[in-house]
Structure formats: structure tokens, C-alpha cells
């Protein structure tokens, strides 16, 4: 290898352009580069080397060529089988002065966007010095906010809990922002878990550019929301925008750039239609000329669509980002989810049976790992499901398989089963990354589904390895939430560092504003569920909308239990005047929509909603928009293989993160989940200064010790009561806030 560097200096900024080049050959007085590409395409295939590799090449040709004052030179690009080791040659010829000509052009060409960083970041930064708090300091925001800033100053992780209402968008994006105005980050991302977060934060940095500030953002937005076509299928042959989007993006962006600083799906999608390319494209353009990027999680953590541009490759320097992590307390179950990977034995036969009339390699080896599966299948005990010392075996057949569909898609470009063989090859793809990632923090095991089908899954049980591996690639990381307690189970399973910071701030919110009630009197143990249980619970739900007319929400642990419970509650409408709405399986944003503006227009809703589903976080009814809140169970997860699993590598390991020292995998598998979920549901009551409601929490579990030391410190007065003396209770609070008012 060859080391070349190349530097132009302008008024503005420096310029620096420089590789290494794989090779440089000095033959009969000639001076050849050569470029070296590995690929598995058939190379007699092969027209022509791809442009960006001759470019490449090209830029590499034009520094030898001022370095040795050379008049002449060849560029020879080299491609080599990565499996035969086979070899093609191609051969192009440049004068110096040609090279010249086009290496200019292609520093002009970048110099616009170059100069257009340059006075950007000056304009950005004039307007973060002395950029004001937008709102007075409520109780708490001053503190959150200068702990947010010294985990930036000192580049360190911190756990933030911060409950509802206190402002946590603004009190760690403001600091986020001043800290990047002192030279500590370049670029922000926010990482959400939902949509309707992404607008908060969208709302938040609109609040400060009316205050002055200047900061470039982009919200990415999932393609298959955004795709104008609705089919997500990027080929040039069959999307318009996906055919010459190469040759129009660039003005795209740089007039999307140059049209404001706020880069939100509307403007994105406007600029797109304008320019006709791809907006999912157009979104992540924009994302390397932003100063704040807003996205899901897994465009930083998920290997399988993570934003390659800022964090591909290992052991690079650290990026100059800064990471805030809103409603940290979903990230475990989706970093679980990110990390793991399966594959279906049935899988490869239907693959057999789809491609067996192209014959040769691959049926051979989807036959050679069907065996194997099925080997595998026929060890699993009666319980359903086996944990697997190793898959060696396996692995090696499944990496065979992996080279023969590389070579089989070289093969046959436009067959008419081409997609299903895709999907196929990039799930194998998934399994193999993962594979190779596989460590103490996983439990492999196979199973028989219910559907008979038999799987072979690496389960990522905790992933804070993984999550740290990536969050390594920034500079400082904060979490928050408004429910991460027992803030060291989430410190343990998102970051695990014994260097990690953690606070809490109190709520600002007057205790008396709400009531929180405990019932002793009803269950919803899954062995003692029946329809006297369920009675019992409509009858609370009965004394609570009797105690006072308003708008009130009831969060069930599953479907089943809603239905069960609504089956009582046909004479509700007539008997209470209220109008009962119910949470359905796969409402689109329209049914959100429709759903909760029935809070905003009308009063006396009953709504029976889904524990930990869209309408138990994230929504914000404010006064009298929603005056009560009632939770029915712990929300334990559901009984599984893999909850099972958790419980068993948590018991084995005595997990730190319980209580009074209790390493019980239970906590772990089933409780700190549920419990987080109740929190969330609660939360929807109290969110102003002015907010008045109540809180009813229906299981007798409640009353216990072993939850109770997990309710947040503002819980300290809560109450138990029944079903003979909760109405006195509830009138007694809204008789007392009635003469305050």
C-alpha cells in the first residue's frame, strides 16, 4: 500500500483529500496504480469496472502523478474472486493534464457543500452564545439540565430519571445544544422509541429557533412510511424515483439545504417530488448535513440498519456525537430484539422446492443444513425447546450456504423468484452477523413453535455489550425516562459501566393534586382469573367514573382481560353517561388520531386501553382532557420460552440489580417490565402544575413489599382501599379539590 495526501488551502477551511492506494508498479519505465476489489460475481461477466472505483482510482493516478512529475500514467483495476481467487485486469490511460482537469472539477464540485459547512457552523454557533431557557426553571429542570451538561463536559454515560411533566426533552436538548456551542460534539442524535416522541422533540428545537437559534435537523422517517410508490421496491425497472436518483440527488439536498434548517418528512418529501428521487434516501443524505438527527433506535443500534455512514467499521476514533436516549426504558426489549436472530428449518425447504429447478450448488447445500436442522429437531425434549452448548455444526453448513446464494444471485439476475430468495439470503445475512457477536450475554436454544415450525434462535438476554459497542462510536451518551426504576436493573442492561452516572429528580407537581389507591380485594393471577374477578374490577371502574364526570382511561394486561371486563360494561353508556372507546389490535395513525381526540372534545370517556401500548406513554392530556387513570395488574409479561430462559441466566448469574440484594431472575424476566409499564399508565394523569386526578391500581400484589420499594419516592402516600370504602375515598378527594377550586 501507498500513502497519498493532498491539501488546498482556501480563506475558509483547508481541504484534505487523501488513501492509500493498494499498489504502485513501475514496469518498463511505465508507472501503473492499481486498485484491488474483492467481490463473488462471475468476473467473465464483467463489462467495465464500476465508476466510483475508477474515480477512485483516478483520484489516487492524479497524486502519484504530482508526486513523481509524471506527464503519463495507468490506472489498472484488479478484481479477484473472493472464492475461485480467479483474477480480471482492466486497463485505463491518462495524461497528467486530463486527470487534472477532472480532479479539479471534483473539488469545485464539493466545494460548495464545503463552504457551505464553513459558514453554517459559524452561523450555528453565533446563535447557541447566549441562547436563553426558553421557560422559566421549573422545581428541578435547572439541576437536570447542568447534570445533562457536565455528562457531556466530562464525555461520560448518565441515567436520568426525571418524572412526567418535569420537561425532559427541553431540559436535555437546551444543554445538549449550549455543550456543542463549546466545541463538546459536533452532531446530536435523539433516539426514540414512537413516533409521537419524535414530534416532541421535532416541537422543542422549533420552540428555540424561534428564540434564535440556528441548528440544522433532520427526522428520519421508516421507508416504508415515506415511499411515494408504497412498494419499498427500489428497482430502477420498476420506481421512477429509484431510476437516475444518483444523478439528481445531489441538487436535491443542497436545495433542500439551502431552503431553512428544519428537515422534517413534509419538507423532505416536497423536495424529493420536486428533484424526483427517493425521500427514505433523500432522509439519510440529509443526515450528514445536519447538526441534530432525529430517529428510532435502531438507526444507531440495530446491525441490521444502523446508519453505516457515521457507524460502520471497528476500531475507528469515536465520532463527535452526542447520544440522548428519550424513554430509555424501551431500549431493552428492542436492544434484545436488535441483537437476535433466528432461522426456520422450514425455511430451507421451501427454498429447496422454489430454486430446484436451477439445480447445481444450492440445492445441495439448502439440502445439507436441512439435514442438519433437522437432526437438531429431533433432540428436543418434551418441554418444546432445548438450550444449545453450541451450533458449530451448523454455523459452518450455514456460511457454505451463504457463498452458494452470493454465486446463485450472480447467476440468475431476474428470475421471477429472485425476491423470495432475497428475503431469504438477507435473513441468513442477520444470523450469520449475529453469530459472529455471540458471547456470555446470549443463550442459543432451538424450539418447536406453535405452528410446528422448528427454530434455531441466538437470543441476546442482555444487551448492554452490544449497545455500549455502539454507543463507544460517540462521545457521551444520556438516558432518560420518566419510569427507570430500579434504575440499576436499566443501568445493568443498557450499559453495565461502573463509571455510569445516576440521578433523580423529584417531581414538581403537588402531591395533593392526586390520589393514589390500592386495591386489596381483587387479583388478576392468571390462576384465579374468572368472572367474579372481573366483576370485581368493573366495579371499581364504576366507582370511579360515579365519583366525578370527566375523561378517564383503563389499562388492561392483555386483549383478553379488556373483553372480559368490557362484557360487563354494556349498561355503562346508559347508566353513567359516558362514552366508552376501546384500543383495537393494529390501529393506524388515523385511529390514533380519532381516538384521542375524543379527550380533547368531549367529556365523560371511558377509554379501555392495552398496558404498555400506544395510548400508555408518550400522549399528553393535559387539565381536564384526562382525570383518572386505572392500571388492572402488575403487567407482568406473558409466560414464554425466552422469558423462561431470562429468568434461568439471571438466576444462575445473582443479578445485581435487585433490591436488598435479591438476585431472584424473576425480578428480572417478569416484574422490573411489568412494573415499568404501570409506571408509564400512571403517568398519564398528572402532567401540569394544575392537574388534578387519580390513580387506582387493581391487584393486591400492589400491597406487597416486594412492589411497593419499586414505586417512585412521590408514591410514599398512596392508599389502600376496597370495594366497600373506595367511592367514600374518591369523594372525599374531589370534594376537597372542588372547595380549593
Not at 263 to 289: I, N, W
Request: glycine share 8%; hydrophobic share 35%; proline share 3%.
Amino acid at each position: 500500500e501507498v500513502s497519498f495526501r493532498y491539501t488546498m488551502q482556501t480563506e475558509e477551511y483547508q481541504l484534505t483529500v487523501e488513501g492509500r492506494a493498494d499498489g504502485i508498479i513501475h514496469h518498463e519505465g511505465q508507472v501503473i496504480v492499481d486498485e484491488i476489489k474483492g467481490t463473488y460475481r462471475d468476473l467473465s461477466r464483467m463489462k467495465s469496472p464500476r465508476l466510483l472505483h475508477i474515480a477512485q482510482a483516478k483520484c489516487y493516478a492524479y497524486m502519484c502523478c504530482l508526486k513523481e512529475d509524471l506527464k503519463e500514467i495507468r490506472v489498472r483495476l484488479t478484481y479477484c474472486n473472493m472464492e475461485s481467487e480467479e483474477l480480471r485486469y482492466f486497463y485505463e490511460d491518462y495524461t497528467f493534464q486530463e486527470l487534472k482537469e477532472w480532479f479539479d472539477g471534483l473539488i469545485a464540485a464539493y466545494g460548495r457543500w464545503a463552504e457551505d459547512a464553513c459558514r453554517w457552523q459559524k452561523k450555528r454557533q453565533a446563535s447557541i452564545e447566549g441562547l436563553p431557557f426558553p421557560f422559566p426553571y421549573r422545581e428541578g429542570q435547572k439541576e437536570l439540565a447542568a447534570n445533562v451538561y457536565r455528562t457531556i463536559y466530562h464525555k461520560k454515560k448518565l441515567f436520568l430519571e426525571a418524572p412526567t411533566g418535569v420537561g425532559k426533552t427541553i431540559t436535555t436538548l437546551y444543554p445538549a445544544i449550549q455543550a456543542m456551542g463549546k466545541g463538546m460534539g459536533e452532531k446530536l442524535f435523539y433516539l426514540t422509541a414512537k413516533t409521537i416522541t419524535r414530534t416532541v422533540a421535532e416541537d422543542t428545537l422549533g420552540l428555540l429557533r424561534e428564540r434564535g437559534l440556528c441548528f440544522r435537523s433532520v427526522t428520519l422517517t421508516a421507508k416504508e412510511k415515506i415511499c411515494f410508490t408504497g412498494k419499498t421496491d427500489c428497482n430502477p425497472e420498476s420506481c421512477p424515483y429509484a431510476k437516475g436518483h444518483y444523478d439528481r440527488i445531489n441538487d436535491a439536498v443542497y436545495d433542500l439545504l439551502t431552503s431553512g434548517d428544519n428537515f422534517g418528512r413534509e419538507q423532505v418529501e416536497y423536495y424529493a417530488e420536486k428533484h424526483q428521487v427517493c425521500p427514505f434516501e433523500m432522509c439519510l443524505d440529509m443526515s450528514l448535513f445536519a447538526d441534530g438527527v432525529i430517529c428510532d433506535y435502531n438507526y444507531v443500534f440495530d446491525p441490521r440498519a444502523s446508519l453505516k455512514r457515521f457507524f460502520a467499521g471497528d476500531g475507528n476514533a469515536p465520532g463527535n456525537y452526542v447520544f440522548l436516549v428519550d424513554e430509555a426504558h424501551n431500549l431493552v426489549d428492542r436492544a434484545s430484539s436488535m441483537y437476535s436472530a433466528h432461522i426456520i428449518k422450514e425455511d430451507f425447504g421451501e427454498l429447496r422446492k422454489l430454486t430446484a429447478q436451477y439445480g447445481g450448488r444450492l440445492t445441495r447445500y439448502l439440502s445439507s443444513c436441512n439435514r442438519e436442522l433437522l437432526a437438531l429437531k429431533k433432540n428436543v425434549p418434551a418441554e418444546g425447546y432445548e438450550v444449545l452448548p453450541s451450533i458449530a455444526g451448523l454455523h459452518l453448513k450455514l456460511l457454505g450456504l451463504h457463498d452458494a446464494l452470493d454465486l446463485f444471485l450472480e447467476e440468475h439476475g431476474q428470475i421471477p423468484e429472485r425476491k423470495e430468495v432475497l428475503n431469504f439470503y438477507f435473513n441468513l445475512t442477520s444470523f450469520l452477523n449475529i453469530a459472529e457477536i455471540v458471547d456470555e450475554n446470549y443463550v442459543m436454544y432451538d424450539e418447536i413453535r406453535p405452528d410446528g415450525r422448528f427454530m434455531v434462535k441466538l437470543y441476546c438476554v442482555k444487551p448492554a455489550a452490544n449497545i455500549s459497542a455502539c454507543l463507544d462510536k460517540g462521545l457521551t451518551t444520556v438516558f432518560f425516562s420518566a419510569t427507570i426504576l430500579p434504575i440499576r436493573y436499566y443501568m445493568e442492561m443498557l450499559s453495565d459501566c461502573p463509571d455510569d452516572q445516576a440521578i433523580y429528580i423529584r417531581s414538581p407537581f403537588a402531591q395533593e393534586n392526586r390520589r393514589i389507591l390500592i386495591a386489596n380485594d381483587v387479583t388478576t393471577r392468571y390462576t384465579r382469573r374468572n368472572d367474579e374477578q372481573y366483576g370485581n374490577i368493573y366495579s371499581y371502574i364504576e366507582s370511579v367514573v360515579s365519583a366525578k364526570k370527566g375523561n378517564y382511561m383503563v389499562f388492561f394486561p392483555s386483549y383478553a382481560m379488556l373483553e372480559h371486563v368490557q362484557a360487563f360494561a354494556g349498561e355503562m353508556e346508559r347508566l353513567h353517561h359516558v362514552k366508552v372507546i376501546v384500543q383495537t389490535p393494529y390501529m393506524n395513525e388515523a385511529d390514533r388520531e380519532e381516538f384521542l381526540n375524543t379527550f380533547e372534545t368531549e367529556n365523560g370517556v371511558l377509554a379501555f386501553c392495552i398496558m404498555g401500548g400506544i395510548f400508555s406513554e408518550g400522549i399528553d392530556l393535559t387539565g381536564d382532557k384526562l382525570v383518572g387513570a386505572i392500571v388492572v395488574g402488575p403487567g407482568l409479561p406473558q409466560v414464554c420460552t425466552e422469558r423462561k430462559l431470562m429468568m434461568d441466566y439471571f438466576d444462575a448469574r445473582g443479578g445485581s440489580a435487585g433490591v436488598r440484594g435479591d438476585s431472584d431472575g424473576f425480578r428480572y424476566a417478569y416484574q422490573y417490565p411489568g412494573i415499568n409499564k404501570v409506571f408509564q399508565a400512571a403517568g398519564r394523569v398528572i402532567r401540569t402544575e394544575t392537574d388534578r386526578g387519580v390513580i387506582l391500581l387493581l391487584d393486591e400484589r400492589f400491597n406487597s413489599r416486594r412492589y411497593s420499594e419499586l414505586f417512585p419516592v412521590e408514591w410514599n402516600d398512596y392508599e389502600i382501599c376496597n370495594r366497600k370504602n373506595v367511592a367514600g375515598l374518591l369523594e372525599d378527594f374531589w370534594k376537597d379539590k372542588s372547595k380549593e377550586n
